[in-house]
C-alpha cells in the first residue's frame, strides 16, 4: 500500500467518523421526517454505483480497442465496487422506501433499472470468476454495454412517472441539508478512489504473480 | 504539501458546492418531528447505516487480506527468480 493510498484511507475512516455527528445535526423534512435521513448514504451510494460502472465501461473500452492490458484490472476493480455500491444502494432505498412510501419495492423505471445494472456486474463478476478463457474479452463488451443501463437510470426520474425523487432534488435542498449531503458525497467519493486503488492493486499484483508463474514453468 | 491542499480542498468543497443553491422545491426542513414517527424510523434508518458500515469494513478487510496473500507470492516468486 502506497503513503498516499494510507493518507486517504485515513482520511476517509476519518470523515466516516464523523458523518454520524453532522447528519445527526441536519434538520427534518416536512412530509418524511426523520427517516429521510437515509438519504445522506443512499444517495452518494447510488452515485458511485453510477461511477463504477461508468469507469468499469471505459477501462474495458481501452482494454477491448486499444489492447491496454492494465485496464482490464482496472475494469475488474470498477466492477467489484459497483457491486459493494449497488448493494449499498439497493438495500438502503427499500430502508427508506419503507417508511416514506409504504412499500419495501416498486417496480418502476428508476428502481428496476438500477436492479438490472446491479445485476449486469454480478453476471460480469461471475462471468470473469468462472467463464475461462475468453471471458475478460466478452466482460469487457458487458461493462462497455452497461453505460447506455447507467444512462438510462440517471434520466429515468426525469422522463418517467416515477415515485422516486427527480435529481433536481439535488440543487435544491435547503443549505442545512445540503453540507451534509456534500460531506458525505466527499467522503463516498475517496472512498471510492481508495478502495479501486487497492483492489486494482490486487488485480496487477496478480497478473504479475501469473507472468511470473509462467516464466518459471518455460 | 499536496495532502494539505487535498485536504483543505476536502473540508471547503462541500461548503463551496451548496454555495450557490436555490431555495427549496421538493426537500422542506423542519425542526420538529412526531415523537411516534421518530421511533419508527429509526430501526430503518440503523439498518441502512449499519449495512453499509459493515459491508465497507468487510470489504476493505477482504481486500486487505487478498492483497497480502498476493503480494506474499509475487516475494516468494521474485526471491526464487533470483
Known amino acids: ?218 | 504539501m499536496r495532502m494539505l491542499l487535498m485536504c483543505a480542498w476536502l473540508l471547503i468543497a462541500p461548503v463551496m458546492a451548496h454555495a450557490q443553491s436555490q431555495p427549496p422545491k421538493d426537500f422542506v426542513a423542519v425542526d420538529e418531528t412526531a415523537p411516534g414517527e421518530q421511533i419508527a424510523a429509526m430501526p430503518l434508518i440503523a439498518s441502512a447505516y449499519g449495512f453499509i458500515w459493515v459491508g465497507v469494513l468487510v470489504y476493505v478487510w477482504s481486500i486487505g487480506r487478498r492483497l497480502q496473500k498476493v503480494e506474499g507470492e509475487l516475494a516468494e516468486l521474485e526471491s526464487r527468480k533470483k
Open chain 1, 1 to 218: 500500500m502506497t503513503r498516499t493510498t494510507l493518507y486517504m484511507l485515513a482520511l476517509t475512516a476519518g470523515m466516516f467518523a464523523v458523518a454520524p455527528f453532522i447528519i445527526n445535526a441536519a434538520p427534518n423534512e416536512a412530509t418524511m421526517g426523520l427517516v429521510y435521513k437515509i438519504y445522506f448514504f443512499h444517495m452518494p451510494s447510488a452515485w458511485m454505483f453510477l461511477i463504477a460502472a461508468i469507469t468499469s465501461g471505459i477501462a474495458s473500452a481501452r482494454f477491448l480497442f486499444f489492447k491496454k492490458q492494465s485496464a482490464d484490472g482496472w475494469a475488474l476493480a470498477a466492477a467489484e465496487l459497483a457491486v459493494l455500491f449497488g448493494a449499498f444502494t439497493l438495500v438502503s432505498g427499500p430502508l427508506w422506501a419503507r417508511k416514506a412510501w409504504g412499500v419495501w419495492w416498486q417496480w418502476d423505471p428508476r428502481l428496476t433499472s438500477s436492479l438490472v445494472l446491479f445485476l449486469m456486474f454480478v453476471a460480469y463478476l461471475l462471468l470473469r470468476r468462472f467463464g475461462g478463457p475468453g471471458s475478460d474479452k466478452l466482460g469487457a463488451g458487458m461493462a462497455i454495454f452497461s453505460i447506455a443501463n447507467v444512462i438510462f437510470v440517471y434520466v429515468s426520474v426525469n422522463y418517467w412517472r416515477t415515485i422516486h425523487p427527480p435529481t433536481s432534488v439535488v440543487p435544491t435542498l435547503p443549505v442545512e441539508m445540503g453540507i451534509p449531503l456534500w460531506f458525505c458525497v466527499t467522503a463516498f467519493t475517496l472512498l471510492f478512489i481508495v478502495l479501486l486503488r487497492l483492489r486494482a492493486r490486487l488485480e496487477h499484483q496478480r497478473a504479475r504473480v501469473e507472468a511470473l508463474f509462467l516464466a518459471e514453468e518455460s
